[in-house]
């Protein structure tokens, strides 16, 4: 036989043998059962010497994240003021999940040459019913400053007089909560909340001014912006709701009580407290809500001194694409701790939104009584948008 053939013959063997098995790659490792005292792996081809980014390493825990959020743009007129364009909101909100109980959620604000955060929270549920929530959060005080208070939310293009010093919006505060919602029977609910945070502010400028005109600057419209606290006591806070006939289209209602207390010099002797009770009634396409609240204000056994009050009562009529609101405010605030002004308003406006993304509304807004010389009619459009 050839040395030709004796070659091929042997090239056939080797084909024809089983090939040699190859190892298969190690599975990847999986960063959530690596030892806690252990170092992070580093994702393959990424060499593992810091040069993974946080974002890339925080991708490997499969987080679920989403962006959303909302913005509006007013232009607002009067006769004794210049009209005036005022992009008031563009506020991004970022939500993350991790695992079925563990969220956490921020929102900023943005506006012309400053970023803000509103509130950075996370939610862990315990048990059905109850959620704790910590880190800077927005107070649960009546349906107002947590719940209706956004664009998207609120139909008007103007807030309640009382939203500007009896009860301040938005107000935030950083610390502990537990709150939660059950049903208590066929088309009821109760919910609730009950929070510790920093507490409240001693006002440091504003107050008592000449040019008083009611709302921000005042004693308790500084309660928003304060984040460490400047005594140990902190403040403590509840709020209890129920919701009745929820199923119904005729005859749902909401109504809440809430309460927050805390002492706001640096010394810890004065206190600040606030009662709260806000009710909301369904009737087809008409809405009825309102809210009231009664602040306090002193030291020792006076600390319980009625200060400032105020409420709101609105009626809102809809009929997609279209809603009409009419609303009545009453604020009695204390400029500089001094005399009662009495502060009334009666509002209307109407809407246009064709869905949840866009709407646009027009207001104007009338000053009633002699306890406001000065004041005069305003009027106000507002573009709304949410992404």
Do not use: C
């Not at 549920?125 to 939310?153: C, D, W």
């Not at 640096?266 to 009770?277: K, M, Y």
């Amino acid at each position: 036989m050839s040395a030709g053939a004796l070659s091929l013959i042997s090239l056939l063997a080797l084909a024809a043998a089983e090939p040699t098995p190859v190892p298969a790659p190690a599975p990847e490792e999986d960063i959530l059962s690596q030892p806690s005292d252990g170092p992070m792996p580093a994702p393959t081809g990424v060499k593992d010497d810091g040069d993974i980014r946080f974002g890339e390493a925080l991708s490997l825990l499969k987080l679920e994240a989403s962006w959303s959020g909302y913005g509006d743009i007013n232009f607002t007129w009067g006769p004794h003021t210049p009209s005036s364009f005022d992009a008031s909101h563009f506020n991004p909100i970022l939500l993350a999940r991790v695992g079925d109980r563990l969220s956490a959620e921020a929102e900023l604000e943005i506006s012309a040459g400053s970023i803000g955060v509103e509130y950075v929270i996370a939610d862990f549920l315990v048990v059905p019913g109850l959620t704790v929530r910590a880190g800077r959060f927005i107070i649960p005080i009546g349906q107002y400053n947590e719940v209706l208070h956004p664009s998207f939310r609120w139909n008007m293009v103007s807030k309640p007089l009382m939203f500007e010093e009896v009860v301040p919006s938005t107000w935030t505060g950083t610390g502990l909560q537990a709150r939660g919602n059950m049903a208590l029977a066929a088309g009821t609910r109760f919910e609730y909340a009950l929070y510790a945070f920093n507490g409240l502010a001693e006002n440091k400028g504003g107050a008592g001014t000449e040019a008083y005109e009611g709302g921000d600057g005042e004693v308790l419209a500084s309660f928003r912006s304060n984040l460490p606290d400047n005594n140990s006591d902190k403040a403590l806070g509840a709020r209890v709701g129920f919701s009745l006939l929820g199923d119904q289209t005729y005859g749902a209602t909401k109504i809440g009580f809430s309460a927050v207390s805390g002492a706001f010099d640096a010394a810890g002797l004065e206190r600040a407290s606030i009662v709260d009770v806000d009710l909301s009634i369904r009737l087809g396409a008409l809405t009825l809500r309102g809210e009231a609240a009664q602040n306090y204000l002193g030291k020792g056994a006076e600390a319980f001194t009625p200060f400032e009050k105020g409420f709101y009562a609105q009626a809102i009529v809809r009929f997609d694409p279209f809603n009409v609101s009419a609303r009545y405010d009453f604020a009695q605030e204390r400029p500089g701790e001094g005399a009662p002004v009495n502060r009334r308003q009666a509002a209307a406006s109407i809407g246009y939104a064709p869905n949840n993304l866009w709407g646009i509304r027009a207001e104007v807004a009338l000053p009633l009584g002699a306890d406001q010389p000065n004041s005069s009619p305003k009027l106000a459009t507002m573009l709304n948008f949410s992404f």
